[in-house]
């Protein structure tokens, strides 16, 4: 991504968050929107200092869209997404059979010259990925 803009960062992941809570912990988050089946784990995961949670209503196909008008809003930011469990799969690159929950996390960076996605490894507590 050679764009001289920042990227919105989202950190991705399905409703079925794992042990994400405990890997977040520390990070920085600007903003959370999770779909209606994900709003308690992006509630956990934004905790009870971090932004409220914006529910998303989406079928699958309105999903890609959804996040490049959101990426316009965060630049330069870090977002916690929560999305159906086929979505996170097909970002994850496999079949949704493949990854059981998707309890993993991906970083999904958006700028101009497009999306790069991959498995996303936590920050130390108490900063954000970018500082």
Same mark, same amino acid.
């Given at each position: ?40 784990? $992006?509630?956990?995961?934004?905790? *009870?200092? #971090? =932004?409220?949670?914006?529910? @998303? !209503?989406?079928?699958?196909? %309105?999903? /890609? ?26 970002? $994850?690159?496999?079949?949704?059979? *493949?990854? #059981? =929950?998707?309890?993993?996390? @991906? !970083?999904?960076?958006?700028? %101009?010259? /497009? ?17």
């Amino acid at each position: 991504m050679s764009d001289l803009q920042c990227p919105a960062t989202f950190l991705v992941l399905g409703p079925a968050g794992g042990d994400a809570v405990a890997r977040l912990s520390g990070t920085r988050l600007a903003a959370a929107y999770a779909v209606p089946e994900g709003l308690d784990v $992006a509630t956990a995961l934004a905790g *009870e200092s #971090g =932004p409220p949670v914006t529910a @998303l !209503e989406l079928d699958t196909a %309105s999903y /890609g869209s959804a996040l490049a008008e959101l990426a316009d809003v965060h630049r330069g930011e870090t977002v916690l997404v929560v999305v159906p469990r086929a979505v996170a799969a097909v970002l $994850a690159g496999r079949g949704e059979d *493949e990854v #059981g =929950p998707v309890a993993e996390v @991906l !970083e999904v960076a958006v700028d %101009s010259d /497009g999306w790069s996605v991959r498995k996303w490894t936590s920050a130390p507590a108490g900063r954000s990925m970018r500082d």
